[in-house]
């Protein structure tokens, strides 16, 4: 299935930024925070130990959002899960389905990680295994009816999401800003 421009940018914004999240990258070592040392003191008085930080009177930081939700205006969106990811990497693969291995390679998971993942999706009739037709001692996943439904139910969000997160561009500005970040991220691939 060919992506759309945003979802091309959105990839390619993923790629920089995590190619940026690196050991080593900025000067930093461990990530985008890595080893530097935190500011002694909050906006309120010296910060708790690492940990130690709360959202009572003693807290001086607000509470995280939940695990899987994102940061500014996004918030209240959820990131994909995986299982929903697994779907749309199908999806994406078209009627050869794919191998568990090239799922997990898409996912960048091991792939006995994904084993319970895909008998669950399995288990509720949204994938489906079949004898791979070029090594019959392999199998291949595919989607079921369902999983088809589930996975353009959720492209279609996706889309919703990236047309909104791209609205103030053009599409000379957006096949722009694709080529740039595609340079970026070719030198960056390069540095590995």
């Given at each position: 299935?060919?992506?759309?421009?945003?979802?091309?940018?959105?990839?390619?914004?993923?790629?920089a930024?995590?190619?940026?999240?690196?050991?080593?990258?900025?000067?930093?070592?461990?990530?985008?925070?890595?080893?530097?040392p935190r500011?002694?003191?909050g906006?309120?008085?010296?910060?708790?130990?690492m940990?130690?930080?709360g959202?009572?009177?003693?807290?001086?930081?607000?509470?995280?959002?939940?695990?899987?939700?994102?940061?500014?205006?996004?918030?209240?969106?959820?990131?994909?899960?995986?299982?929903?990811?697994i779907?749309?990497?199908?999806?994406?693969?078209?009627?050869d389905?794919?191998?568990?291995?090239?799922?997990?390679?898409?996912?960048?998971?091991?792939?006995?990680?994904?084993?319970?993942?895909?008998?669950?999706l399995?288990?509720?009739?949204?994938?489906?295994?079949?004898?791979?037709?070029?090594?019959k001692?392999?199998?291949?996943?595919?989607?079921?009816?369902?999983?088809?439904a589930?996975?353009?139910?959720?492209?279609?969000?996706?889309n919703?999401?990236?047309?909104e997160?791209?609205?103030?561009?053009?599409?000379?500005?957006?096949?722009?800003?694709?080529?740039?970040?595609?340079?970026?991220?070719?030198?960056?691939?390069?540095?590995?």
């Amino acid at each position: 299935m060919e992506k759309t421009l945003n979802e091309q940018l959105f990839e390619e914004l993923h790629s920089a930024r995590m190619s940026m999240h690196k050991p080593g990258m900025l000067g930093h070592e461990g990530g985008p925070h890595g080893d530097m040392p935190r500011p002694p003191m909050g906006m309120d008085g010296p910060r708790p130990p690492m940990g130690m930080e709360g959202n009572g009177p003693e807290g001086h930081r607000p509470p995280m959002p939940p695990h899987g939700f994102g940061h500014g205006p996004q918030m209240d969106r959820p990131k994909p899960l995986p299982r929903e990811r697994i779907l749309q990497i199908v999806l994406d693969a078209g009627e050869d389905g794919m191998r568990q291995k090239e799922i997990a390679e898409e996912l960048r998971i091991n792939p006995s990680s994904l084993s319970e993942l895909i008998n669950k999706l399995e288990a509720d009739n949204y994938l489906e295994r079949k004898v791979d037709p070029n090594d019959k001692r392999a199998t291949r996943i595919y989607l079921t009816e369902k999983g088809t439904a589930r996975a353009i139910e959720l492209q279609d969000e996706r889309n919703e999401v990236l047309e909104e997160q791209f609205s103030n561009l053009t599409e000379e500005e957006k096949i722009q800003l694709l080529n740039l970040l595609k340079k970026l991220n070719a030198k960056n691939e390069m540095v590995k």
